[in-house]
């Protein structure tokens, strides 16, 4: 493979790249989005919650019995909090019972009389003995009183009591249980950790494809960029060691193209980033049909260089548009000069021409075009055609 050939496989690698890239860009290839760093940084991150969850599993044990012992921990936490509830409300009762116990006093018996008496009213005899009566009545609710108070006390106290150790014993149950728990776990919680575990290793096995296609990217495309320099180098090598070649075509066009226009064309080759450029020039630019004249010097420079090879095609094949808007004066020149070129560089020079486009009146004095033609194809009768079709 040539130099051209490479560089042109190479120009259409980084065109796929750099339409890879673009396409990234938008948001066609989601999984190639972010940069390696930022990929290698989830990759780390995921790389520990893995291996995190993995140390969980391996040392995860299931209990048989996890859930009855939830429910009966949860049942045990309901009842505790049952008692506490019913505790305060009783503690909050045997304080009131027990200030009232200290505030219950009997009034002083003679209290009442000694008003009176400061007052210089006497007592009558009956109202002293009604308020007797009233006095021992009194005594006997502060009595009856006082015996509810301490009664409900002592009841409130026993129950708070036999509660607060029913509370430290399902505590203590609960806690046997909870510590079974925090030890073991249950089949499901299992089942979802493989399931957690599971998707955190696709995740990380993802993030490494994403950072290896990533990386493969910017590798074809520094590997593209050294190879283009390393066969930019080589061109601009060749370029010097063909110079003999290079500057037999430009004499062989410079002289086609002089034949034509009695001026010297250009053929001007350059070594450019994308390998080899060619370019023809023709200062006669006011004249018609120069740009298919340059294609045929060009064409006729290459036939000539071909013929001295010895894998050539042998011919060299125009047709009739070669001559499309050229003047007959140099139609005329062109066709004398593919006639002697071919006669001298022994290849077969082949055109398509209508016979009302031949410059019959233009051809230099001696010339004829009549020898070299091989085939006339009309209309007028059946073996006027080529391969059936009709002229």
């Known amino acids: 493979m040539g130099v051209p050939s490479k560089l042109q496989k190479l120009k259409d690698q980084e065109k796929v790249v750099s339409q890879l890239r673009a396409a990234i860009k938008a948001g066609t290839f989601p999984d190639l989005l972010g940069t390696v760093g930022e990929l290698e940084s989830q990759k780390v991150r995921l790389e520990e919650l893995v291996a995190r969850r993995g140390e969980e599993l391996r040392s995860f044990r299931v209990h ?4 009855e012992y939830q429910e009966q921990a949860n049942v045990l936490q309901s009842a505790i909090r049952q008692l506490n509830q019913e505790n305060a409300t009783d503690g909050a009762m045997l304080s009131f019972y027990q200030e009232s116990l200290v505030q219950e006093r009997p009034p002083e018996a003679d209290s009442l009389s000694e ?3 400061e007052a210089g009213i006497a007592w009558p005899a009956a109202v002293r003995k009604r308020l007797e009566d009233v006095q021992a009545f009194h005594d006997r609710v502060i009595v009856n009183r006082r015996a509810f108070l301490e009664t409900e006390t002592s009841r409130l106290t026993r129950a708070i009591a036999q509660r607060t150790v029913e509370i430290r014993k399902r505590s203590d149950e609960r806690a046997d249980l909870l510590s079974v ?3 073991h776990g249950a089949l499901a919680e299992y089942t979802e950790m493989q399931r957690l575990q599971s998707e955190g290793i696709a995740k990380l096995s993802a993030v490494n494809q994403r950072i290896a296609n990533l990386k493969r990217i910017d590798e074809v495309k520094s590997q593209t960029r050294i190879e283009r ?3 930019q180098i080589l061109a601009r090598s060749l370029y010097e060691e063909r110079r003999a070649g290079r ?6 066009f410079n002289g086609f193209s002089q ?7 250009e053929l001007i080759v350059d070594v450019v980033e994308g390998g080899y450029r060619f370019n023809v020039e023709i200062e006669r630019q006011d004249s018609q049909g120069v740009e298919q004249m340059k294609v045929f010097c060009y064409d006729l ?3 000539t260089l071909w013929a001295a090879r010895r894998a050539t095609p042998g011919f060299l094949l125009h047709d009739s548009t070669i001559f499309a808007d050229v003047d007959e004066r140099q139609k005329a020149h062109a066709l004398e000069l593919a006639a002697r070129t071919a006669g001298e560089q022994g290849f077969q020079y082949i055109c398509c021409l ?3 486009g031949i410059p019959q009146e233009d051809f230099s004095e001696g010339f004829s075009l009549q020898p070299y033609v091989r085939i006339e194809l009309t209309d007028e009768g059946e073996n006027g055609g080529l391969l059936g079709i009709r002229y």
């Open 229 to 231: 320099e390393q066969l």
């Open 115 to 117: 008003v009176y008496r």
């Open 64 to 67: 048989p019995q996890y859930q």
């Open 259 to 265: 034949a034509l226009y009695s001026r010297p064309g």
């Open 301 to 303: 420079t290459l036939a």
């Open 354 to 356: 209508n016979s009302d």
């Open 247 to 252: 500057e037999r075509a430009i004499s062989l």
């Open 181 to 183: 728990l925090n030890t």
